[in-house]
């Protein structure tokens, strides 16, 4: 299955600052998935991310407050813009891992990027 | 609307004791996948499996059993002989097909305490 490495595993911020998230796939992919996890929710995407084109974000998700940037189908970076203290999350990348001829494959997620602001 | 309906938000149990986590989704796609994902208190979300809307097999892996009925849209999953090590948070998630492709979209969750 695949491994993504993603990074930074945690950070604490200055509010209006931005913090760019990197995953880095050791296979190549087609679709790149952005997910955020508020304190104790659940998770809720962000964004698709595909090479060659501009990402798709979901409602209420905005490209001037999270850009995305996908230079080849390995990597992929999530920016967070003008950080708030709401933003403060766990921020985490997400692949479809066909994993081979098994049937039972699911998508891969990055270990998260623990984000606070303060 | 929510899509993914995870009612419990904790189950206690005592180690050694079957715990059953309940999924209830909505979806007027006839093709659709249903996850289940663990998240430790480490955070890392650890696949459980992938069950296809075609596919009403129950299955079973070592301890772990799902149970599939689209005559009432729910996955449920079930713990056998609960080890301390079961402790996190499950997720129930739904992906539909077309443009939700690859979109998924992820129950409330189901935290799980298990106690020696």
């Known amino acids: 299955s695949a491994v993504i490495s993603q990074k930074p595993s945690r950070d604490i911020c200055q509010r209006g600052t931005s913090l760019t998230i990197q995953c880095q796939v050791d296979?190549?992919?087609?679709?790149m998935f952005w997910y955020r996890q508020q304190p104790g929710q659940s998770l809720t995407l962000i964004a698709t991310a595909n090479q060659g084109s501009e990402a798709t974000y979901e409602s209420g998700f905005v490209i001037d407050k999270f850009p995305i940037s996908r230079p080849n189908l390995t990597f992929s970076t999530l920016t967070v813009s003008n950080m708030s203290p709401e933003d403060s999350s766990i921020y985490l990348c997400s692949v479809e891992d066909f994993g081979g001829v098994t049937a039972n494959y699911g998508y891969t997620f990055g270990s998260g990027t623990r984000l606070t602001v303060v | 609307a929510q899509k993914v309906t995870q009612a419990q938000t904790e189950i206690s149990v005592v180690e050694k004791e079957d715990v059953t986590l309940d999924c209830v989704y909505e979806t007027r796609d006839t093709t659709y996948y249903l996850f289940w994902y663990k998240q430790p208190p480490s955070g890392e979300l650890v696949f459980l499996i992938r069950r296809n809307s075609f596919d009403e097999q129950n299955e079973i892996s070592g301890r772990y059993s799902w149970n599939f009925q689209k005559s009432t849209s729910s996955f449920n999953f079930t713990i056998t002989a609960s080890q301390v090590v079961d402790s996190a948070v499950y997720f129930c998630?739904?992906?539909?097909?077309?443009?939700?492709?690859?979109?998924?979209?992820f129950g409330a969750g189901t935290q799980v305490v298990v106690t020696p």
């Open positions: 998630a739904l992906s539909e097909v077309g443009d939700s492709w690859g979109k998924l979209q």
């Open positions: 296979s190549q992919v087609t679709m």
